[in-house]
Structure formats: structure tokens, C-alpha cells
């Protein structure tokens, strides 16, 4: 099997164009040395990965996981919304909202290379059949924006009651499609971004860009998909369950 990147294969199909394209984006490009025109690629970004302490890391997502519940079944507000208007909210925003709790936590973890067809990872996409069940697998690129949004609120130094009025503007998120009572949710976010504020201002009167900072930094939350979170952090203790579904029965049903 040829393991040369994409990026490679894709310069050896047209070697004209590329060297022609690459000459132009050199300030002196040496004749003498055409071929060897260094060049960028994204198979890096696009390694599968995995975490190289699994028992350790997925054990403290969890906690962060059932702390994240605790926060949402703890708001009187939602509470008072109705019940398919509670489950939106849930299977959009529990994401971000557990990466909010990572960040609190300062939970941090290392990744490396899935190796080729392990046994693991048949083991997790196996279907009943015994045939393998595609999942989008963690990639370099994604852990990436995830670390780099984490680092970015660790740089912050939130306070807890600056976290706790950021889960709020980020729990009531009235941009969800097919809310009920999205005005409602609308206000809820806006008492929340108010109460941030406040609290932002005296915390830190001497920071008048704090308050943008903060949202600024949050708006990073919605790059990074919920598979990515349930597919690095939590499918190795999982296995094939549906983690919304654990999620509604936590929630609702404990």
C-alpha cells in the first residue's frame, strides 16, 4: 500500500503546474533545484488520533459530563420550559457546554496516531452483523481546535461565576430550529449576558474588553462538533450506546 500523503500524490499527477505554481510563489527559486520547493500540506490535520491515556482522561470527561447535567437540571428556568423545548436545548448545547466544563476543570489530555486497524478499533465499530460501522474519527485538526479553544479560557481565568453566566448565554440559545418558545429562551440569554457583564465589570472594572473577550472566545465553542467530543472522550467507555441518549435518561429520568 502507498503511504505517500495526498498532498504528494496530488503534486506528482501534475509536477508542471505544481513547479510552475511553486516557482511563482518563490521570491528566487533555484533552477538547479526545482523538485525540491518545500511545500504545505494538510495530511497532518487529518491524522486519526486517540488519547493516550484513555482510563484516565475519559474517567475525568465523565465527571465533567454528569457536572454539566447537574448544571442544567439545577436551573429553575429550564425547568419551566416545555419538554421537547428542553430536549433541543440538550441534544444542541450539551457540547459546548461540556467544553465550558473541561475548561473549568482544566481537564488536558495528548493524543497519538490510531494504529492501523487495531483491534480496538474494530471492536467499537463492529456492528451486531460483525460488519464495521463508519463513525467520523477523531483527527488532528479537530483535537487541535479543541486544545486551542480550551487554552484560549484557561489564558481568561474566568472566574466560577463567570463560567456559570457563560453556561447560561450558552445553554438558552434561542437560534435553535423549531423551539416553542424561543422568545422566552431569547430573554433567558439576554439576562444571562447581562448578569456576565455585570459580574465581568466587577470583577474587573479596569478591563473594558473583557466582557467582548469572554463571548468572543465562546463564539469558538461551535467549531468543534459534538462527535469529535463523543468519539475521542467518551466511545472508548460507551462502546455503541448513544450518548444523547444516556443524556436524556440522566437529565429526565434520575
Given at each position: 500500500?502507498?503511504?505517500?500523503c495526498q ?6 499527477l501534475?509536477p508542471?503546474l ?7 510563489g518563490s ?21 486519526t ?34 419538554p ?9 448545547c ?16 495528548e493524543?497519538a496516531?490510531?494504529?492501523a ?5 474494530k471492536?467499537?465499530?463492529r456492528?451486531?452483523g460483525g460488519?464495521e460501522m463508519?463513525r ?6 479537530g ?5 486551542s479553544c480550551?487554552?484560549?479560557?484557561w ?6 461565576k463567570?463560567?456559570?453566566y457563560?453556561?447560561?448565554?450558552t ?7 423549531d423551539?416553542?418558545a424561543?422568545?422566552?429562551?431569547e430573554?433567558?440569554?439576554?439576562e444571562?449576558?447581562?448578569?456576565l457583564s ?15 473577550r469572554?463571548l ?10 459534538p ?8 466511545r472508548?467507555?460507551?462502546g455503541q450506546?448513544?450518548l444523547l441518549e ?9
Amino acid at each position: 500500500m502507498d503511504n505517500r500523503c495526498q498532498c504528494s500524490s496530488d503534486r506528482l499527477l501534475n509536477p508542471i503546474l505544481f513547479n510552475i505554481l511553486s516557482q511563482l510563489g518563490s521570491s528566487s527559486p533555484s533552477p538547479n533545484n526545482s523538485n525540491s520547493i518545500p511545500h504545505r500540506c494538510n495530511c497532518e490535520l487529518r491524522r486519526t488520533v486517540c488519547l493516550t491515556r484513555p482510563s484516565e482522561i475519559c474517567k475525568e470527561a465523565s465527571a465533567v459530563l454528569v457536572k454539566t447535567v447537574h448544571f442544567i437540571k439545577n436551573l429553575p428556568a429550564f425547568k419551566q420550559l416545555l419538554p421537547s423545548d428542553q430536549f433541543m436545548l440538550l441534544k444542541n448545547c450539551w457540547a459546548p457546554l461540556f467544553i465550558l466544563g473541561l475548561a473549568q476543570e482544566h481537564v488536558d489530555f495528548e493524543v497519538a496516531d490510531v494504529p492501523a486497524d487495531s483491534m480496538l478499533k474494530k471492536i467499537l465499530l463492529r456492528r451486531e452483523g460483525g460488519t464495521e460501522m463508519e463513525r467520523e474519527q477523531p483527527t488532528m485538526g479537530g483535537v487541535s481546535k479543541l486544545k486551542s479553544c480550551l487554552k484560549k479560557f484557561w489564558s481568561l481565568d474566568l472566574s466560577p461565576k463567570e463560567y456559570a453566566y457563560l453556561k447560561g448565554t450558552t445553554i438558552f440559545n434561542p437560534d435553535i430550529p423549531d423551539l416553542q418558545a424561543s422568545l422566552f429562551i431569547e430573554g433567558l440569554q439576554q439576562e444571562a449576558q447581562h448578569a456576565l457583564s455585570e459580574v465581568v465589570q466587577l470583577l474587573h472594572p479596569m478591563r473594558q474588553e473583557r466582557f467582548a473577550r469572554i463571548l468572543l472566545t465562546a463564539s469558538m465553542l461551535q467549531s468543534i462538533t459534538p462527535s469529535l467530543i463523543i468519539e475521542l472522550l467518551f466511545r472508548p467507555v460507551i462502546g455503541q450506546a448513544d450518548l444523547l441518549e444516556l443524556l436524556v435518561d440522566m437529565l429526565f429520568y434520575r
